[in-house]
């Protein structure tokens, strides 16, 4: 019987966290959380209000009508929106940079961290964002600081995107990348940063079942639990 435990992974835009996470929660029995998609749903609520990214009163006066929630079944995590499953549509570029720059508002970070902190609290999870292991979870077992060069990160965002067939060039792409990472960084809140007690994993050079592995490693490592 494998003890519950938490595993934080943060890292920036294109990593490649979410994909690595959720293999490597498989592999172990544990919950995936992705909580970049709750930003993603508030970004998307204020997209479909008209209102512009850079309003923050405004976008702090829409969170008492939402309700983000997480649910995970047997199609892995689908995200609700007041009830309403928006786990396609925030797949967007636009949701994305949305999301990034709602993610700056103190209001709406103190308005996802309960509902975050609950789900670690009830489940063995792998939860991935940007502040899982500095903010969110600071007592998590294992913390992975995962990441990879701009390059990258750039190549596979635009494959993943031109795959599903949304019309994008590799420049634009860098671009949005280099911008969320500057503004990921350099907010006054939670900004993304490798906690101390994190491992770094850099993933440029490695495929996916690589970098499975090397979370699973150190995972094994830190837990004694082997996947
Ligand atoms: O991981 P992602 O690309 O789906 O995240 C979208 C945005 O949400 C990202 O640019 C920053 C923000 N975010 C955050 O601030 N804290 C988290 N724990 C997860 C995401």
Known sequence: MTRKFAVAIDGPSGAGKSTVAKAAA????????DTGAMYRAIGLAV?????????????????????VTLRHGAEGQRVLLNGEDVSEQIRTGTVAQYASKCSAAP???????ETQRALARE?????????????????????????ASVEARAQRRYRELTERGEAVALE??????ERRDRQDTTRAIAPLRQAE????????SLGL???????????????????
């Open 26 to 33: 498989g592999r172990l029995g544990l919950l995936y959380v």
């Open 47 to 67: 997209l479909r209000r008209g209102l512009s990214e850079d309003d923050t009163a405004g976008i702090e006066s829409v969170l008492p009508e939402l309700s």
């Open 107 to 113: 209001a709406v970070r103190s308005f996802l961290l």
């Open 123 to 147: 489940h063995g999870v792998i939860m991935d964002g940007r502040d899982i292991g500095t903010v969110i979870l600071p007592d998590a077992e294992v913390k992975i600081f995962l990441t």
């Open 209 to 227: 079942t690589q970098a499975v592995e090397a979370v699973l490693a150190i995972i094994s490592e830190k837990t004694g639990v082997q996947a």
């Open 172 to 177: 634009g792409v860098r671009a949005d990348i």
């Open 197 to 204: 007690d994190a491992v770094l994993l850099d993933t440029s």
